[in-house]
T-cell receptor, first 115, second 111 residues
């Protein structure tokens, strides 16, 4: 079974631009979560989607948004990029998203650099 | 904000020795999970321990959970060079599906 895939793997943007990152979950997984990892703040939860609905949201500004499609694939968008948005963005999927005991599988991440 | 703190922040040991990492968290949890990350890449799930469990084993890994102290430890026995990585604990609250990660321990195994 293929793992979680993320595209692109690396991205360089300039301040003020916007970016869209894509995540394909493991087949059969309906929950997709996004995390931001930076040296200063560590791993921070962005949001979670389940069956095309945002179920949880972290403490990030409205410039960060996401969506999930009917095939469970997910995208996240960051508008008006700031230097501080430079980070590794990780996507994770799990099967049911309910009950809390199922394993979350992570993709390799997208390394975003904002210049 | 992060739920927990991990201790130590960095650990270097000789190959073959055991490595112990600790994680503390702040509020009641549904479960606690440990992940490994190699050099800024994706996280690999190692083990999950539920709040009603006290100890769990998986291969060379042993995890303990003390809910009264709100802490957990990860023991890696007979360490190998390939165990060099960052290790994170992550907690999941009751009624909240998100994972909250600790600050991580950077483990270096010296051949």
């Amino acid at each position: 079974k293929a793992g979680v895939t993320q595209t692109p793997r690396y991205l360089i943007k300039t301040r003020g631009q916007q970016v869209t990152l894509s995540c394909s979950p493991i087949s059969g997984h309906r929950s997709v979560s996004w995390y931001q990892q930076t040296p200063g703040q560590g791993l921070q939860f962005l949001f979670e989607y389940f069956s095309e609905t945002q179920r949880n949201k972290g403490n990030f500004p409205g410039r960060f948004s996401g969506r999930q499609f009917s095939n469970s694939r997910s995208e996240m968008n960051v508008s008006t990029l700031e230097l501080g948005d430079s980070a590794l963005y990780l996507c994770a999927s799990r099967r049911s998203g309910q009950g809390g005991h199922d394993t979350q599988y992570f993709g390799p991440g997208t390394r975003l650099t904002v210049l | 904000s992060q739920q927990g703190e991990e201790d130590p922040q960095a650990l270097s040991i000789q190959e073959g020795e055991n490595a112990t990492m600790n994680c503390s968290y702040k509020t009641s949890i549904n479960n606690l999970q440990w992940y490994r990350q190699n050099s800024g890449r994706g996280l690999v799930h190692l083990i999950l321990i539920r709040s009603n469990e006290r100890e769990k084993h998986s291969g060379r890994l042993r995890v303990t959970l003390d809910t009264s102290k709100k802490s957990s430890s990860l023991l890696i026995t007979a360490s190998r060079a390939a165990d060099t990585a960052s290790y994170f604990c992550a907690t999941r609250y009751f009624g909240n599906e998100k994972l909250t990660f600790g600050t991580g321990t950077r483990l270096t195994i010296i051949p």
